[in-house]
């Protein structure tokens, strides 16, 4: 599986891609970031945060997107830019058909750490180890990027055994229940 | 001037068009609902959004996007959809290189009533008596894209004569700095 995992930002929105399986070594195949102008108004910044995530879902073609989930009551002088970046993160990739799935800083810094209470220096020595880098990935949106991406692979099997588990229940209801107006 | 109005939200994002000048009588173009279902998942009630907007650019045209400002302070429940929903509305009108502008609850309210404190009835009121409409436009979103075009209209006057004025003080002391170091 290939996941994109995007770390939304106006200023900087981090980017990477990762491959791998749960339970197998995984491979970075790139990291950076999307960078727009504190000077540029918003609307200029949006468009330039569309064109740089719409060539990396060019050029990585991945299968899903994993977005962090922004909530409104962190940072709340930052948290408008933020969820306008995810709002685009979330757009440009479901308009592709591309399953997007969003994550808590904690759900990330849990899965990468085993602490959903991770600093940003643990969670950057963990996606170097873990990526098999030479070096953390700068800045720490990138690594950010970098570890939902992982986040979402290790938690896709349990999350795909969880909606199997819903389907079946909400199937043997559906069928129950016929059998009792029948 | 041709102003299309939005009202963000994902459930039901407000769009209404007026053509007109600071000073004359405005006249309503058109006005509707975009609307996306609640138990969407994020992304297609995103695209649902984008998809809706643009019909209306193609269909009206306008010259200027004006859009409400959304703050994280209220409504924490709906601030999140209402931030993203109106990140495309924004996304949208600057690909096109339409100018957008933000207006406040508050400035709508106060451009249209005369107090920025007036309530929904009010501006659906006015809002009716300004467009000379028969009838106050329903949903409640719509009147407010309305009333968002209409204080755009009126206070783009003023807004342009601030511009200017900034402009050249800007200029004039770039002029006057450029004299000091020759």
Chains 1, 2 share one sequence.
Not at 42 to 51: K, N, Q, T
Not at 68 to 83: C, D, I
Request: aromatic content about 2%.
């Amino acid at each position: 599986m290939r996941v994109l995992g995007v770390d939304p930002g106006l200023t900087r929105c981090g980017v990477g891609v990762v491959d791998g399986v749960a339970g197998r070594p995984l491979t970075m195949i790139g990291v950076g970031v999307v960078r727009t102008p504190a000077d540029a108004d918003l609307g200029s910044r949006l468009v330039a945060v569309e064109a740089g995530l719409e060539r990396w879902l060019d050029e990585y073609r991945p299968e899903r997107v994993a977005v962090e989930r922004v909530f409104s009551q962190h940072n709340v002088s930052t948290v408008m830019g933020t969820a306008q970046a995810s709002a685009v993160a979330i757009l440009c990739a479901s308009r592709r058909g591309i399953p997007v799935v969003l994550h808590t800083p904690s759900e990330v810094k849990a899965a990468v750490t085993g602490t959903g209470r991770a600093d940003k220096a643990q969670v950057g020595a963990m996606v170097t180890r873990l990526l098999r880098l030479d070096a953390p990935p700068k800045p720490a949106d990138a690594a950010d990027a970098l570890a939902l991406a992982i986040c979402h692979i290790w938690r896709a099997p349990a999350q795909n055994r969880l909606q199997r588990a819903v389907a079946e229940h909400a199937a043997a209801r559906r069928s129950s229940s016929k059998g009792r107006t029948a």
